[in-house]
T-cell receptor, first 114, second 110 residues
Framework: DSGVTQTPKHLITATGQRVTLRCSPR?????VYWYQQSLDQGLQFLIQ???????AKGNILERFSAQQFPDLHSELNLSSLELGDSALYFC?????????????FGPGTRLTVT | TQLLEQSPQFLSIQEGENLTVYCNSS?????LQWYRQEPGEGPVLLVT?????EVKKLKRLTFQFGDARKDSSLHITAAQPGDTGLYLC??????????FGQGTELSVKP
């Protein structure tokens, strides 16, 4: 158990819908990262937050947004869902966003868009 | 665009054999992490290497970071069925944004 929690574990929804994925980092970690894992793209970095502020963006679509709240939990919002958004979404956390600090991953949310 | 190339993509071996997985890039990374992932679960951190030339051992697993910090290898001695899984390398040089390799799917048969 990494100490990072994610809910829900599974999510099935229809195209065009909007969903929210939730992540709670390990106790003491201030930085949260979101990643998407699909069969054809592998694990791709989406976005990073540190202590409530957005710090870095990766290959995140405009239909996707995220935020980190004062209690440090984070939410990833996916809207206007398409079939291609079906994937595993992982949250990771680390003490700081500085290079060399390990990232610990949550169990993931499997999103299926039908 | 930074890329990490992992090889081989798939590896099927018998219990007791040795194996090496490679992770190569043309880019320099300030650190490199190795993860192991089981189907439907999150990646589990195995090790972080930071210094060029660094070697770290975790029981039967040996990790090496290249002198130029562009490549890394994972060597498993006397593989066991419990080693089966997806092994991922990930490079970090932008304040925590990890660049992942495509992974090596390892199957160890009894």
């Amino acid at each position: 158990d990494s100490g990072v929690t994610q809910t829900p574990k599974h999510l099935i929804t229809a195209t065009g819908q909007r969903v929210t994925l939730r992540c709670s980092p390990r106790s003491g970690d201030l930085s949260v990262y979101w990643y998407q894992q699909s069969l054809d793209q592998g694990l791709q970095f989406l976005i990073q937050y540190y202590n409530g502020e957005e710090r870095a963006k990766g290959n995140i679509l405009e239909r996707f947004s995220a935020q980190q709240f004062p209690d440090l939990h984070s939410e990833l919002n996916l809207s206007s869902l398409e079939l291609g958004d079906s994937a595993l979404y992982f949250c990771a956390s680390s003490v700081t966003p500085t290079s060399g600090y390990e990232q610990y991953f949550g169990p993931g949310t499997r999103l299926t868009v039908t | 665009t930074q890329l990490l190339e992992q090889s081989p993509q798939f590896l099927s071996i018998q219990e007791g054999e040795n194996l090496t997985v490679y992770c190569n890039s043309s880019s320099v990374f300030s650190s490199l992490q190795w993860y192991r992932q089981e189907p439907g679960e999150g990646p589990v951190l195995l090790v972080t290497v930071v210094t060029g030339g660094e070697v770290k051992k975790l029981k039967r697993l040996t990790f090496q970071f290249g002198d130029a910090r562009k490549d890394s290898s994972l060597h498993i001695t006397a593989a066991q069925p419990g080693d089966t899984g997806l092994y991922l390398c990930a490079g970090d040089n932008q304040g925590g944004k990890l660049i992942f390799g495509q992974g090596t799917e390892l199957s160890v048969k009894p």
